[in-house]
């Protein structure tokens, strides 16, 4: 044991810690696609493994094929919505329901995306492309990741307190009481889709950049991890700020867990944990999470309860006292 922790260099740790952070930030875009549906919407969404991908093959190949930066992501951002508008058109026209209709989009993206690469994997060099993010510069990355960051929170922030932005989190939070408002639900879910899909392709977009090539494997497990920086992010807010935690905050701290999803990661490859079982940690620290919340709320109610029994008690003690 003695050997084990002596063999461990804190300085290896904090030297990844950049890098750590600037994936987190690269998957906190992903996780805010993940909120919209999750949270906002209420739609399992499983097409976001094939929209990440996507996101990063429809920017390697065009800038492979000559096209600047600023057109490759827009490409990447306008081919996420379009896997989303399959998705919401299955759930919606054709009535499967929401998990089967990300599967069946998920599923259809893997062909395509070899059909878009040419091939399972592309390079993206950035001695030969220029790239808005590369692990050559990891301390700029993090700066120009934030920057994409705060102006998708800040859009995204007044975009939902829009008619339709409002029109979609009415949808999630009252699907039968929506109609009765006049709200198309159906539209709404179709919107809310496409770009949620778009967020987490563009997301697909800034990573492949970041680590120099694309993958037709880039973004198995992405629901996993977007669902985990969701879940932590909103616990640590719920937490800190409880009754304060508003909309922008929450935006905020699903970035936010992005990030300390990608630390923690950090943290069980300095500790020389298997890497092989990286998807069995993953799967724990997002159970635990996810029971937080229930559990807290189960204290809560229980001391309540007793609370209540208690007086209950002595004012029937003290009526019979008199």
């Known amino acids: 044991m003695l050997d084990y922790f002596t063999s461990l260099d804190p300085m290896a740790f904090v030297n990844a810690l950049p890098g750590n952070i600037c994936q987190g930030i690269i998957w906190g875009v992903m996780a805010l696609g993940v909120y919209i549906t999750f949270k906002l ?12 991908a996507t996101g990063g093959a429809v920017t390697a190949m065009m800038l492979i094929s000559g096209q600047p930066i600023w057109l490759a992501m827009i490409a990447a951002f306008v081919a ?17 329901p929401d998990i089967l209709a990300g599967i069946l989009t998920q599923i259809a993206l893997y062909s395509i995306n070899l059909n878009i690469m040419g091939k399972a994997n592309q390079t993206i060099s950035v001695d030969n492309y220029v790239v808005a993010l590369s692990l050559r510069n990891v301390w700029l990355s993090i700066v120009v990741a934030l920057a994409f960051v705060a102006v998708i929170i800040a859009l995204l922030y007044w975009y939902f307190g829009t008619e339709q932005g409002s029109a979609i989190r009415a949808t999630g939070n009252n699907p039968a009481m ?24 563009l997301s697909g977009s800034l990573l492949s950049q970041y680590q120099g ?8 497990g992405a629901i996993v991890i977007g669902l985990a920086a969701v879940i932590i ?10 009754k304060r935690f508003n909309f922008v905050m ?9 990030i300390l999803y ?10 020389k944990l298997p890497a092989d079982d990286m998807k069995l940690f993953t799967a724990i620290i997002v159970a635990v999470f996810l029971a937080m919340p229930y559990l807290s709320n189960k ?17 029937a003690e003290g009526a019979q006292d008199g």
């Open 80 to 96: 996420g919505l379009a896997a989303g508008l399959v998705t919401g058109l299955l759930h919606t026209l054709l009535g499967i």
């Open 262 to 271: 990608y630390i923690v990661v950090g943290l069980v490859l300095w500790l």
């Open 41 to 52: 919407l209420n739609f399992a969404d499983l097409t976001v493994d094939g929209s990440f």
């Open 299 to 315: 204290r809560k109610n229980s001391f309540k309860k007793v609370a209540a029994q208690n007086k209950k008690l002595s004012t």
């Open 178 to 201: 929506a109609p009765a408002q006049g709200i198309n639900i159906n539209k709404y879910k179709v919107i809310a889709l496409a770009l949620s899909n778009g967020l987490v392709a």
């Open 213 to 220: 090539f694309a993958d037709v494997n880039m973004g198995r």
């Open 250 to 258: 929450r935006l905020s701290f699903v970035a936010f867990g992005g």
């Open 233 to 242: 992010g909103q616990v640590i807010g719920e937490a800190i700020f409880r």
